[in-house]
């Protein structure tokens, strides 16, 4: 399997928006491994991060381009940069800038991967991780569609087809595991018919955009310039394709069937492959549970909503959260606990106490998950209905999954589940008080 890469070493870049026309300056960093590719607006004072993932995608009203943001701060048409990326097979990466566009540049991703390449790419000492397509995925809208399937590697076929003779039916299919990116795909650029530029301007779309950095197309062709490929506008719909994907913040294995798609038909697909992924997560853990929204919290997030800390904090991750609702957790029970070594240290059983504790911790974060608790702490009051039916060993995952009952702004009520192999080893209905921290 191959491993995550960075870049050598720091490089820059200056240019304007296709859009917005703004000018602004990208500074590459390199970053460690499993630290994802993060964006910082520089121009602003407390020097925001914003991650190219799934959580940070914005709605894609406008079209034309695809933005990412958080707190009212955006970052937008990342889908060049983003394919250039997953061209290159870069997973951790810095990147600073001073607006919200990034540049045009030639509206390729070729000058992204050749400064890229400039700056030197490096293999990290851990592997990459794929999400494997399980099952088929199909989004449809106004015409156009995509299909996701179960594949080894990654793949896309692209049927472009618009009311146009230069733009008439055309199919390329291409494997993203084996091309040469920068040969096939990466010098495509982006393209507007004739008769929807004036439009697009008075959308305050394209402001950026010239007939050296944008493929205008007449009627009798492409307006003073010239194609780099016969079926450059087909390759350009798969690069935004790409780096819309790469949004998904790991690599896929798929093969992805698109008609028509654009990016606001490309990002339905993605949050579909999210909601996949989750609920094969949940799968695979015994627990189901298909949740129409939800997250998933690593320790590091769990800590900024309860106040526990090692070796008082019995939840290693929640993989589904219903805010306010519903939530499940898990617990990896391992001989290096510390309660094993005086619960039953001849036969080490985990404490039927813990136990309920590590339902309450899950209750916790449920309950003050939404806006209006943080900030709050949750105090564990009492419990009642209390069983337990199998012993707790090391090896077992725990995975603790809790309903709401009666949640008002001062007590809450919760059902609690202990599982291990989808069997019930306890269960409790909790009480808490909700007190200002």
């Known amino acids: 399997m191959a491993n995550q890469r960075t870049i050598t070493k720091e490089i820059s870049l200056e240019g304007a928006g296709l859009h917005t026309a703004g000018k602004v300056s990208l ?18 004072a407390s020097r925001p991060i914003i991650k190219a993932s799934m959580d940070s995608l914005l709605s894609q009203g406008q079209g034309r381009r695809t933005s990412i943001g958080k707190d009212d701060i955006s970052i937008t048409t990342v889908e060049h940069l983003m394919a250039a990326l997953y061209g290159l097979r870069i997973d951790n990466l810095y990147i600073e800038i001073d607006n919200k566009e990034l540049p045009g540049l030639d509206g390729s991703s070729l000058d992204f ?45 692209y049927t472009l087809s618009y009311a146009h003779p230069l ?16 040969k096939e795909l990466a010098g495509a650029r982006t393209f507007c018919l004739e008769q929807e530029a004036d439009d697009l301007k008075k959308q305050g779309l394209g ?24 079926d450059e506008f087909i390759r350009h719909k798969i690069l935004d394709l790409i780096g819309d994907i790469y949004l998904m913040g790991q690599p896929i ?4 069937i698109a008609l028509k798609s ?31 929204e939800g997250e998933e919290l690593d320790v590091e997030a769990i800590m900024k909503i309860l106040p526990h800390r090692e070796p008082f904090l019995f939840v290693d991750r929640i993989v589904s959260l219903e805010k306010g609702k519903r939530a499940v957790g898990i617990k990896n029970v391992t001989i290096n606990d510390y309660f094993f070594k005086g619960h039953f240290p001849g036969k080490p059983v985990m404490p039927g106490v813990l136990i309920v504790e590590a339902m309450a911790q899950v209750g916790g974060v449920m309950m003050l998950a939404p806006e209006e608790n943080r900030g709050k702490l949750a105090y564990f009051l009492a419990a009642d209905n209390l069983k337990f039916r199998k012993t707790v060993v090391p090896g077992d995952q725990l995975v603790l999954d809790v309903e709401a009952g009666r949640i008002k702004s001062k007590t809450g009520q919760v ?23």
């Open 415 to 437: 059902h609690g589940k202990a599982l291990v192999d989808g069997k019930i080893v306890a269960e409790a209905d909790l009480m808490f008080a909700l007190v200002q921290g």
């Open 27 to 44: 500074k590459f960093k390199p970053a460690a491994v499993d630290t994802g590719i993060n964006f910082i607006r520089t121009d602003i």
């Open 262 to 292: 654009g990016h606001a038909l490309n990002i339905k697909l993605l949050r579909r492959i999210a909601q996949q992924k989750q609920r094969s997560s949940s799968a695979a853990i015994g627990i189901d549970y298909h949740p129409h």
């Open 167 to 182: 733009l008439k039916a055309q199919f390329l299919e291409i494997s993203l595991d084996t091309a040469d990116f920068k």
């Open 207 to 230: 402001q950026g955009a010239n007939y050296e950095n944008t493929l205008v197309v007449g009627k009798n062709g492409v307006i003073k310039n010239k194609l780099r490929y016969e």
């Open 113 to 157: 991967v050749q400064l890229l390449e400039q700056a030197g790419i490096v293999e990290q000492d851990k592997p990459r991780q794929y999400y494997n397509i399980r099952d088929a995925i199909f989004v449809e809208d106004d015409g156009a569609s995509i299909i996701a399937l179960p594949s080894s590697e990654f793949k896309i076929s």
């Open 253 to 256: 294995k798929g093969h992805i």
